[in-house]
């Protein structure tokens, strides 16, 4: 039988976190910045099993040496606890409080016309299929990983209006999302670029830099079925790194809709 999809949060130390990373040479991108979400990857692999806890959102206050991981997972807590006190290295427990994990199951009655409001922490990138040269800048090559928002200038006739970036991200999410929803609000709350760390060729760290874009709004459900895989496999790409998950929250309207 086919556990429930559940909505995990796991409490971690996130100075345990920066230590044990640097005792494994993670993490730390080309410019010699911090990418958590690589660290957590392999954290987070290693403990419960690869993918397991994933599409995943690390939440941390301002300034604060705590944070709260929330992941979706088809596993309750319980089992979660299981395997990691069989698998996890005592390092890992430094980093996080194993006995503080919550979960609760997701629904699993969806109902198309449903209203519900998202938080989505996103990586906007798309895969360049013919080679593009930036006006004054460096040249794409066939495949690379380029800011949806660049695509979309690179795309405009020389004396066409110039896009807003919000209207790029809800463009490049409303065609993640079709067929699972439609998007009735999207704002784009904040954004930064983003310097990740990921293997590259011949094993190697590479540094590779994009968008992180903090999308919120609402959504309308089309079809349950295709919006409970959105919510279990996330959206867009790095999903494995923090990005993607759809997190849910009332309607802007303050009505669950029906």
């Known amino acids: 039988m086919t556990t429930a999809l559940h909505l995990i949060r796991l409490p971690l130390d996130l100075r345990a976190l920066g230590r044990w ?11 010699g910045d911090f990418d958590d979400g690589r660290a957590l ?4 692999s290693e403990m419960f099993g690869k993918g397991r806890l994933q599409p995943f959102r690390l939440m941390v206050e301002p300034r604060g040496s705590l944070g709260s991981l929330y992941a979706y997972c088809r596993a309750d807590a319980a089992g979660l606890r299981e395997e990691a006190a069989a698998v996890a290295p005592p390092e890992h427990l430094a980093v996080v409080d ?23 922490r996103a990586r906007p990138v798309r895969r360049l299929l013919t080679p593009r040269a930036e006006p004054g800048g460096r040249p794409f090559a066939k495949g690379d990983e380029v800011d949806a928002y660049l695509v979309e200038a690179l795309r405009r006739p020389a004396d066409g209006d110039e896009p807003s970036r919000e209207a790029v ?23 930064r670029r983003h310097a990740a760390s990921r293997k590259g060729r011949q094993g190697r760290a590479a540094t590779l830099e994009g968008p992180d874009a903090l999308l919120r709004g609402d959504l309308e459900i089309v079809d349950p079925d295709a919006f409970r895989l959105a919510l279990e496999k996330g959206v867009g790409r790095h999903r494995a790194y923090g990005f993607g998950m759809l997190l849910l929250r009332p309607a802007s309207s303050g009505r669950a809709g029906c």
């Open 98 to 120: 194993l006995a503080a994990l919550a979960a609760k199951p997701m629904p699993d009655d969806w109902r198309a016309g449903r209203r519900l409001g998202f938080d989505l």
């Open 41 to 44: 990857h392999h954290l987070l």
């Open 21 to 31: 990373a640097a005792e494994r040479n993670l993490g730390l991108t080309g410019g």
């Open 169 to 191: 991200y809800a463009a490049w999410l409303a065609q993640r999302l079709a067929g699972a929803a439609t998007l009735t609000a999207v704002r784009l709350d904040s954004f």
